[in-house]
């Protein structure tokens, strides 16, 4: 069974930065996109960055200048980083990435558990 960990998270103060972890695991044999999400409490979940294999990324206007995506293939890890919180930030966050768990499979949507974070003083 592929997963997806997110550890990390927690509270954190407004205008300070928080990184957010994660890592595939089970039978992985590639992973081509990966990309970060969250949901507000009450909210859909929205979209904040995407993050291809060789690591181009593309950030939602709502996160651009503050977010960072970066990846490590070689760990099956995605890694946000996120400046200058704001308390609207408040959400949880949630990885997902295009799975392929074996060469004659085909690509599938995992997703993490979710990993909250809340900006508060």
């Known amino acids: 069974q592929v997963q997806l960990v997110e550890p990390g998270g927690g509270l954190v103060q407004p205008g300070s930065s928080v990184g957010i972890t994660c890592v595939g695991s089970?039978?992985?044999?590639?992973?081509?996109?990966m990309g970060w999400y969250r949901e507000k409490a009450g909210q859909e979940r929205e979209w904040l960055a995407s993050i291809t294999r060789p690591g181009v990324a593309t950030y939602a206007d709502s996160v651009r200048g503050r977010a960072s995506v970066n990846r490590n293939n070689d760990r099956n890890a995605v890694y946000l980083q996120m400046h200058n919180l704001k308390p609207e930030d408040t959400a949880t966050y949630y990885c997902?990435?295009?799975?392929?768990?074996?060469?004659?499979?085909?690509?599938?949507?995992?997703w993490g558990q979710g990993s909250q974070v809340t900006v508060s003083s």
């Open positions: 089970g039978n992985i044999f590639n992973i081509r996109n």
């Open positions: 997902n990435a295009d799975v392929l768990a074996t060469s004659s499979e085909s690509y599938k949507e995992v």
